[in-house]
């Protein structure tokens, strides 16, 4: 039921929202919406690749971790090629494998159905090897139902600051991924150094919401710092990572960090996206520090009054709250007369929603 009202939300958005020109970055990336990890876990066939005997160009099966050599042998060809990268590493150690992963295809978020075939995972070494099989028998009920967010941030973490960056990576994806209140136990596990390096590096920049959120757990003061740096330059100017930014702001500064939030919400060029940013900040800033909700609320209550085209977004935002406490403004917005029907249809859902989440 959530899912499917935030869906609609945004239908409804489209409409309400006067159009205005949207911020471009000059360099836009964003990481997998399915990951290795996922790929891994969902796969039906899991094998360890080489250059074939008859084709140095070309990979082939040497041996299966998952699946049957029946099914491997009724699949598909493995297409990647043996690239020069890849040539140098089997030259330099001739028994080195490559981990391919037959997957079942999945759904993107446009709902779009892509189909199954072969994934290439990445060069074994003993650490992957150890992480590929850690993640299997730790994994094996993640892919199946509702996911343990919980169990899943508690094994990636702990690859933050492997020294292998692939490992790392895969570790920052899920980090991302996860909800907020799941990581306040992770302050210091990566150092304050690396993460700082990190959103230095433009080769980096797909990691850096999971960098920002991360930098705003620290106990460190030079994390602090660059935090509220960050945030308060994104709350002026908007764009790029304003969610994270203003999500490790409240972490850093609490009550402080609220209220700039509000003032940039106030702020008449603020797009439609960059409003919907900043009240999910509240709404997960609220979720992850329950004692920071009186004040959250506050700054929704006094925005409702002076604009209402946020209102489902607000009331999304706080039903898992289990508060009626802005009810009293939902329902004067909704006696409006100008609303249109289907942000009606969607403001009295919320409201009256029984299953939250």
Known sequence: MWRVLQMFAVLALCVGFHSRPAHA?????????????DRILSARVIVLAAPSPDNPFRFTPVSVLKGTPEQVEALPEIPFLVDS?????????????????????????AGRSLPSGWTKGFLMTPDRADFLHTLRAEGQDWASGAPDRAAQVAFFSAYLSHDDRLLRNTALIEIHRAPYWLLT??????PTAQLLQDLRNPNRLAYAP???????????PKAKER??????????????????WGLAGIAVDGDQAILEIEKSLERSERTADEK?????????????????????????????????TVAIWIALAVRPWGTNALNPNFEAIMAQNDLDPATLFLMRAAIEADEPG
């Not at 800033?285 to 006094?302: A, N, Q």
Request: glycine letters at 10%; aromatic letters at 8%.
């Open 25 to 37: 970055c000059g360099v836009c990336v964003e990481l997998p919406e399915y990951s290795l990890a």
């Open 85 to 109: 990268v890849m040539r140098s590493a089997f030259r330099a150690k001739p028994g080195r494998t490559v981990l391919m992963v037959y997957g079942a295809g999945y759904q993107d978020k």
């Open 185 to 190: 136990h992770l302050t210091d596990t990566v």
């Open 210 to 220: 999971a960098l920002i959120r991360l930098l705003g757990l620290q106990s460190d």
């Open 227 to 244: 935090v509220r740096l960050g945030y308060q330059s994104a709350l002026r100017s908007g764009g790029l990572n304003l969610y994270d």
């Open 276 to 308: 919907r940013f900043l009240i999910r900040s509240l709404a997960d800033g609220g979720t992850t520090y329950p004692k920071l909700r009186p004040l959250i609320l506050d700054v929704f209550r006094h925005h409702l009054d002076k604009d209402s």
